[in-house]
């Protein structure tokens, strides 16, 4: 077995603000490009069709990209979205049209082998939409309270709480510029980032307020362990995400590259912008 070797980082050759900056400019970042975007938009994030409506379709055929578009367009039928789904010749398509039947009849016409299809409606669609922000703002409220009832004090709980906020808002503004639709699953991929970050952060804070030790003893002690398992976890997402890419799995690469992102920013937020909130609080807040 290979011995794997958290370095240590000398967190006594920084500040609490110069730890703080990167992480806080990266959020703030990512708040800027949510922001533009749902300013264009209307939305957060570009909506896949688990939450606008339309129809989904999967197809092989050796035409090029730029032959399927026309061949659609010329039928009168919007393309929203079309890429390559894994090895071969295989295509996944969506669109606003709801008509399963007039879609599936221009890919057969154009002799598209048609692997599946599905549709939902628009209503259907916004109560999904309605549903997953709840399910976000419930996690999310429930995350909050529960450290709150935790710690009994606000740096440390909200430090947890900044760092899992921004573990969400990182991935969100990623998926605008990959072009990464919002959907159940990367919803589902959003809640879990939310497990994640609270893990860690928790580990962190309760390794340094409740345990006997000094404050850098007792961060690299929560370091090393903290660190390995973010580092197997983002090692499986990425792996998840190649494999299901190659063999063309839907939804799941999406779902291993929000999540990959989000772990990378949680390493940051975590073991930067907490730690920083953690030692102020504990050299300074405490002591006024």
């Known amino acids: 077995m290979v011995d794997f070797e958290v370095p240590e980082f000398d967190y006594t050759d920084y500040s609490n603000r110069e730890l703080a900056a990167v992480p806080l400019a990266v959020l ?6 949510i ?19 339309g129809t989904e379709i999967r197809f092989d055929t050796a035409d090029s990209e730029a032959q399927i578009e026309t061949t659609f367009e010329e039928a009168g039928i919007e393309i929203t979205t079309l890429r390559p789904a894994g090895g071969g010749d295989t295509y996944l398509m969506e669109t606003q049209n709801n008509s399963t039947s007039a879609i599936e009849s221009v890919a057969l016409d154009a002799d598209y082998d048609v692997v599946l299809i599905a549709s939902q409606s628009p209503s259907f669609g916004s109560s999904s939409q309605q549903q997953a922000l709840l399910g976000l ?3 999310f409220g429930g995350m909050s309270l529960l450290v709150f009832l935790m710690f009994r004090t606000f740096v440390p709980s909200i430090a947890v709480v900044v760092s899992a906020f921004s573990d969400i ?15 159940l699953g990367t919803v589902a991929a959003l809640l879990m980032l939310v497990g994640y970050s609270v893990d860690s952060d928790l580990l962190l804070n309760n390794h340094i307020l409740r345990r006997r030790g000094q404050f850098y003893e007792s961060a690299y002690r929560a370091i090393r362990t903290g660190v390995t398992m973010t580092l197997t976890s983002i090692a499986a997402m990425v792996v998840m995400t190649v494999v299901a890419r190659l063999l063309g799995i839907p939804l799941l690469p999406e779902i291993g590259l929000v999540l990959t992102i989000g772990l990378v920013a949680d390493l940051m937020n975590t073991y930067l912008l907490n730690m920083s909130l953690l030692r102020w609080y504990k050299y300074e807040g405490v002591t006024r």
């Open 28 to 33: 703030g970042v990512a708040l800027l490009i």
């Open 35 to 53: 922001l533009f975007w749902f300013v264009t938009t209307g939305a957060p994030a570009a909506l896949g069709i688990d939450f606008t409506g």
């Open 137 to 139: 703002v419930v996690a």
């Open 169 to 183: 808002m990182i991935p969100l503004a990623v998926m605008n510029l990959f072009g990464i639709q919002l959907s």
